[in-house]
């Protein structure tokens, strides 16, 4: 059988070029970048050595005689403007790749099956839409060339939101461990991930790592307010909370939705430890914010309940940005 063939999106990013060089064992990749003037070296814990797949800019990916059978979308949120960009260049082609979405939050899934239903009409039938969360810290340093740094295994949950028929031979050939949901399921596997995310932004927001966030009483007041505005607005929603492995967001949400502040206050080295293990030290990253805590507030108009805690990160982590 043919190793399938993947355009990834966003290489030169660090979701993209992580993927791009974990698939690269697995299917023949073709990476797409707006930034084709540095070289991309890959760092997973030992030497730095170059970005095994070919790169090319957004402008010429279809005119090198590669047809992808995915398309794998590594850019940040929001989705729609890409979307229409490349599948409309696809449709011109008379090719209808899957799709994978990798963004964080809860809307890229949904904006994606709006956008395409609008470009492709019927010919959405004939792809499938891959919903991914991807559990690994990934950092990224720029100078003469890009570096992207991550440890393996590859931990993702995913979900096929659209079409039918199983992709986890992708992932299980490229050596990713992972968690497979049914489609009924990833709404909540999406929810699940956002509470994850979520969990240290309020520090972050204040200059604070989690370590220092969750040691000073206030600020660990203000996380856990956070979390409980946005656990309200999931279940007002009709959603529910799932498990990761290494993450057991079930009952974490549960702890946090029972417990009044000073009896949780007397676990939070408890908390730290498991976000701060999963994250490998790490820093925030807060350039998202509209697609975290905006979600959150998003989600409390939606479903009646008010957010006021994850309004003042917003406007916090905003005016932090500005500077």
């Known amino acids: 059988m043919e190793d399938k063939k993947i355009a ?3 290489v030169g990013g660090r979701t993209g070029t992580m993927f791009a060089q974990e698939l ?42 590669f047809l992808p059978d995915i398309i794998f979308l590594s850019t940040k949120n929001p989705v729609a403007s890409t979307l229409k960009y490349y599948y409309q260049k696809c449709k011109e082609k008379n090719i209808f790749p899957d799709l994978v979405l990798s963004q964080n939050g809860i809307q890229a899934g949904q904006e994606a099956i709006e956008t395409l239903k609008e470009i492709l009409g019927a010919d959405l039938n004939k792809i499938r839409i891959v919903r991914v969360s991807l559990f690994n810290p990934i950092d990224r340093q720029e100078e003469d060339t ?11 949950s995913f979900g096929v939101i659209w079409g039918m028929g199983d992709f986890s031979d992708l992932f299980q050939k490229a050596g990713f461990c992972f968690t497979e949901f049914p489609r009924e399921q990833v709404k909540n596997m999406e929810f699940s991930k956002l509470f994850l995310n979520l969990i240290g932004i309020a520090s972050a927001s204040q200059g604070l790592s989690i370590k220092e966030g969750f040691e ?29 492995p290494r993450y057991p967001v079930k009952l974490l949400t549960w702890f946090i939705s029972v417990l009044p502040i000073e009896i949780l206050f007397l676990f939070r080295r408890f908390f730290a430890k498991i976000i701060y293990a999963g994250r490998e030290g790490k820093p925030k990253d807060l350039s998202e914010i509209n697609y975290y805590n905006g979600a959150v507030v998003d989600l409390g108009e939606k479903s009646g309940i008010m957010v006021p805690i994850n309004k003042i990160i917003i406007n916090r982590t905003l005016e932090q940005i500005k500077k």
């Open 216 to 244: 000073n009483r206030e600020s660990f007041k203000e996380e856990v307010g956070s979390l409980k505005e946005y656990i309200e607005s999931v279940k007002a929603s009709g959603g529910q909370f799932v498990n990761f």
């Open 146 to 156: 890009i570096e992207v740094n991550y440890s393996l295994p590859i931990r993702i």
């Open 24 to 65: 690269s064992t697995s299917a023949e990749i073709l990476g797409i970048t707006r930034n084709i003037d540095k070289k991309v070296m890959i760092n997973k814990g030992k030497e730095s050595f170059p970005l095994n797949c070919r790169i090319i800019s957004d402008e010429d990916w279809l005119s090198n005689n």
């Open 8 to 10: 990834v999106i966003g």
